[in-house]
């Protein structure tokens, strides 16, 4: 006869929990105790907490009006500790310009600008052990390379991946060894599909 207990059924309800001030910008962090999010009213990086429901800013340079300086494409450190985000400037009097940043989720020290003066740059993703960002770089023209760039030197490397749509996936494997991305197999319009580029061959 068996001598294993019948198995305790499981609740197997899915609970919903309504948060405030989430839209495509933002993202949880990897450890899910935290939301990243823009600010719109103060055009800055903010956090919610999770446990306590409290939110607080991570930057405090943000500007709407003439002169504009805000915020977008945030995504956070494998660690769970840093933010990089697209740092954007404009003004009537100046031509737009972007700039890569990371900022410490744990606040008190100003952001660091790893990589300006770029046309516009779209940070998708950390490599596994935080070293480098994988971005969308657009210097001039309408086609943006896709480049690694040192979070530590600003140093860019230049990959061969296929463009894509600004807003398709672009995902690092968990062994860092490759590259997931999206992509429509004509190369310009959707439904995409999903492909894997190997860094070393």
């Not at 899910?32 to 429901?53: E, F, M, P, R, S």
Request: charged share 25%.
């Amino acid at each position: 006869p068996s001598t294993s207990a019948a198995a305790t059924p499981k609740d197997s309800r899915l609970a919903i929990r309504r948060v405030p001030h989430m839209d495509m910008t933002g993202n949880p962090s990897p450890d899910g105790k935290y939301l990243g999010y823009v600010d719109w009213d103060t055009a800055n990086v903010a956090v919610y907490d999770i446990a306590t429901g409290t939110t607080r800013a991570l930057t405090d340079e943000g500007h709407w009006g003439e002169g504009e300086r805000y915020p977008e494409n945030l995504i956070w450190s494998p660690d769970s500790r840093r933010i990089a985000y697209t740092w954007n400037m404009s003004s009537p009097k100046e031509v737009g310009g972007t700039e890569l940043r990371v900022v410490s989720a744990e606040g008190g020290s100003p952001p660091r600008t790893v990589l300006k003066d770029e046309k516009y740059l779209w940070p998708w993703d950390w490599t596994p052990d935080g070293s480098r960002i994988l971005c969308g770089l657009q210097t001039g023209g309408p086609v943006m390379d896709r480049a690694l760039v040192d979070v530590a030197t600003g140093a860019v490397e230049t990959l061969k991946l296929p463009t894509g749509t600004l807003g398709g996936l672009y995902r690092f494997t968990p062994d860092g060894d490759s590259i997931l991305y999206s992509r429509a197999s004509d190369g310009r319009w959707d439904p995409d599909d999903i492909y894997l580029y190997d860094l070393e061959s």
